[in-house]
Nanobody, 121 residues
Framework: QVQLVESGGGLVQPGGSLRLSCAAS????????MGWYRQAPGKQRELVAA???????NYADSVKGRFTISGDSAKNTVYLQMNSLKPEDTAVYYC???????????????WGKGTLVTVSS
C-alpha cells in the first residue's frame, strides 16, 4: 500500500507563514507527481500547487508568489511553504500523489487525510 501523511497545519495570523509536509511511504515504485489541494466547508476541492518528478511546478493564481512547493526525493516528501497567508487560505489541505505501487501495472492517485490551516487574527 501507499500512505500519505500530512503535517504542519495549525492556526496562524494573517501575514504569517506555515510549512506543510507530506511524507509518502509504503510499496512505492515511483512517484510521477505530487500536489496539494485544499477544501473549505461548502466549497469544492481545488488544486493549490503541484510538482512533477522532473521538477515542473504549477500554482493556483490565488497563491502565486506566496506559496512554494518543493520535494525531497530521498525522503519521498513534498513541502508547501506558505507565506503572506490570508484568511481566504483557511481550509483543510490535502496531499495528493500520482504513484506507481509495487506489484501494480498502473499508476494511481493517493490522498492523505488532510491537515487544517486556519488563518485568523
Amino acid at each position: 500500500q501507499v500512505q500519505l501523511v500530512e503535517s504542519g497545519g495549525g492556526l496562524v495570523q494573517p501575514g504569517g507563514s506555515l510549512r506543510l509536509s507530506c511524507a509518502a511511504s509504503g510499496s512505492i515504485f515511483s512517484i510521477n507527481a505530487m500536489g496539494w489541494y485544499r477544501q473549505a466547508p461548502g466549497k469544492q476541492r481545488e488544486l493549490v500547487a503541484a510538482i512533477t518528478s522532473g521538477g515542473s511546478t504549477n500554482y493556483a493564481d490565488s497563491v502565486k508568489g506566496r506559496f512554494t512547493i518543493s520535494g525531497d526525493s530521498a525522503k519521498n516528501t513534498v513541502y508547501l511553504q506558505m507565506n503572506s497567508l490570508k484568511p481566504e487560505d483557511t481550509a483543510v489541505y490535502y496531499c495528493n500523489a500520482d504513484a506507481l505501487e509495487d506489484g501494480l501495472g498502473y499508476g494511481m492517485d493517493y490522498w492523505g487525510k488532510g491537515t487544517l490551516v486556519t488563518v485568523s487574527s
